[in-house]
């Protein structure tokens, strides 16, 4: 399950660097040929959604690096780190750039040319974005499994699948808006619709942006491992033989890995030995039935 996780969001990541870097080169050519506000936006916005796509990589490849003297528990949350730096630049290189850029337009209006250039760019961009946007639903799909959708985002621990989610869809949904305030200015002949189409653009890019920081900040700060993984955890606990009552257990999420911190209660009757053995022997079945269990702490005593 960790390697098809891991695989999921490296595609996915693959997907949006592709899509971004291609609209972004075609944006900027259309900015410079227009001289659109809109566009320049939304080139801005498109080179930064692809270092964003080379940040999320470099912290999906250090989260896998091994436990050493220094990090016993692994580099497991330097996905998230990098991920919130992600979420940090989509609001400041987009969002704000975005917003100051049809702030600028506004009071310094500038004649706008051959927009169906744009217009087309646009077009072009919002089928390769959509594809990119397409292709990390069916990886989030492969990961979620039967999960509604809703549920899955809710409670994901996969802070790239999220960071690149957020980016495709606030990405979509400015080049259609990017789109249809230029299509506005075409028809009015009036460059004010090209700077209310940054404006939008920005507000949008930061709505998300803050969706994506408050998602990550709970990751960053210690959360528990998902809720399936959890009640797997505890289902074998409860029905492993010679425990009486598991008093409480303790989840903590590390970018791909969890850990496990269990207070149980063995049966009196049975032996030192045979208690250690069936401990070894529980901790041996919860990493066969949670394959990113790493770690597992399990304390047997008769008092919470």
Same mark, same amino acid.
């Given at each position: 399950? +960790? ?7 490296? &595609? %996915? ?5 592709? /899509? ?5 080169? /075609?944006?900027?050519?259309? +900015?410079?040929?227009?001289? =659109?506000? =809109?566009?320049?936006?939304? /080139?801005?916005? *498109?080179? /930064? ?14 989260? @896998? ?8 528990? $692994?580099?497991?949350?330097? *996905?998230?780190? !990098?991920?919130?730096?992600? %979420? ?18 506004? =009071?310094?209006?500038?004649?706008? =040319?051959?927009? !169906?250039? %744009? ?5 072009? %961009?919002?089928?390769?974005?959509? $594809? ?5 639903? &069916? ?85 528990? +491992? ?35 911190? +269990? ?14 053995? *069936? ?14 269990? @790493? ?10």
């Amino acid at each position: 399950m +960790a390697s098809s996780t891991h695989g999921s969001t490296a &595609r %996915a990541i693959l997907y949006a660097f592709v /899509a971004n870097f291609g609209i972004a080169i /075609a944006k900027t050519w259309a +900015a410079m040929f227009t001289g =659109s506000g =809109s566009m320049l936006a939304e /080139a801005i916005h *498109s080179y /930064a959604d692809t270092g964003n796509q080379v940040l999320l990589f470099l912290g999906l490849k250090q989260s @896998r690096r091994e436990p050493d003297e220094e990090h016993p528990l $692994g580099y497991g949350k330097l *996905s998230y780190f !990098w991920s919130f730096i992600v %979420a940090i630049l989509l609001f400041s290189m987009g969002g704000l750039f975005s917003i100051y850029e049809g702030m600028h337009k506004l =009071s310094h209006p500038e004649e706008l =040319s051959k927009l !169906w250039v %744009a217009m087309l760019v646009l077009v072009f %961009a919002i089928f390769l974005e959509g $594809g990119s946007l397409l292709g990390c639903i &069916r990886e989030i799909n492969k990961v979620r499994g039967k999960r509604p959708f809703m549920e899955w985002l809710k409670h994901t621990r996969n802070s790239e699948l999220v960071v690149v989610l957020g980016e495709d869809i606030g990405a979509q949904l400015g080049l259609v808006l990017a789109l249809g305030f230029l299509i506005m200015a075409s028809v009015t002949g009036d460059p004010m619709y090209d700077a209310l189409g940054s404006i939008c653009i920005g507000v949008i890019l930061i709505i998300i942006s803050v969706f994506v920081a408050w998602r990550i900040k709970s990751l960053l700060v210690g959360r528990s +491992a998902d809720p399936q993984i959890q009640e797997a955890i505890d289902d074998v606990i409860r029905d492993h033989e010679n425990i009486e009552r598991v008093f409480n257990t303790i989840t903590i999420q590390y970018g791909p890995d969890t850990m496990l911190a +269990a207070k149980i209660c063995m049966n009196p009757a049975i032996s030192i030995n045979d208690a250690v053995d *069936s401990i070894n022997h529980l901790e041996r079945e919860l990493k066969e039935r949670v394959p990113n269990l @790493r770690w597992c702490f399990i304390e047997p005593d008769n008092a919470d």
